[in-house]
Antibody, heavy 120, light 111 residues
């Protein structure tokens, strides 16, 4: 059973870079065909897809965040990471990592989520 | 404004049937991209409820069903139970954006 766990600072100052890591256990991040996603939910709002990296290394980003987002894969530590630059209060949200089979059948495994607050 | 449009809220009494719509366009649902549905309870991670328009993952009760037609999809819940009270989201892919997209979410209230 694959499990995902987000980790990273819970507080980031405005204009700085938000960095989160998702640690995958129960399977190798580089085996098979999976999309490894980052998704967020601001308080009182809906889910917003941030981007994903495929097992093959191909990466897709939400166009609205593309200029500020970098998603990468660290196969040696079985992790994938999110970096979001120039953050503002609007980036305050619960951030989730989630895995989706490569055929695109929906994210069937999620981390518990981590709250990141942007504030000085 | 989400690319996929859902009603903000729906409600129903225990035992009743409710449906939640998800309306897209020719670049997503209408382009034959599949629709997935999630149930999201406060303080928990979203749970995949329906995948590929109408398939239930193992463990999801058959009270939940999905369908898709044209540029829209629907989630139906029969035999409504108090524990079904949650937020529900549809998800698909948009070829114009080259991006995964979510609906704005629908809050289900069990009266």
């Amino acid at each position: 059973q694959v499990q995902l766990q987000e980790s990273g600072p819970g507080l980031v100052k405005p204009s700085q870079t938000l960095s989160l890591t998702c640690t995958v256990s129960g399977d190798s991040i580089s085996s098979g065909s999976y999309h490894w996603n980052w998704i967020r939910q601001p308080a009182g709002k809906g889910l917003e897809w941030i981007g994903r990296v495929h097992t093959s290394g191909s990466i897709n980003y939400n166009p609205s965040l593309k200029s500020r987002v970098t998603i990468s894969m660290d196969t040696s530590n079985n992790q994938f990471a999110l970096k979001l630059t120039s953050v503002t209060a609007a980036d305050t949200a619960v951030y989730y990592c989630a895995s989706e089979p490569g055929r695109g059948t929906g994210s069937d495994c999620w981390g518990q989520g981590t709250l990141v607050t942007v504030s000085s | 404004q989400s690319v996929l449009t859902q009603p903000p809220s729906v409600s129903g009494a225990p035992g009743q049937r409710v449906t939640i719509s998800c309306t897209g366009s020719s670049s997503n649902i209408g382009a034959r991209y599949n629709v997935h549905w999630y149930q999201h309870l406060p303080g928990t991670a979203p749970k995949l409820l329906i995948y590929d328009n109408s398939n239930r993952p193992s463990g999801v009760p058959d009270r939940f069903s999905g369908s898709k037609s044209g540029t829209s999809a629907s989630l139906a819940i029969t035999g409504l139970q108090a524990e079904d009270e949650a937020d529900y989201y549809c998800q698909s892919y948009d070829s114009s954006l080259s991006a995964v997209i979510f609906g704005g979410g629908t809050k289900l209230t069990v009266l």
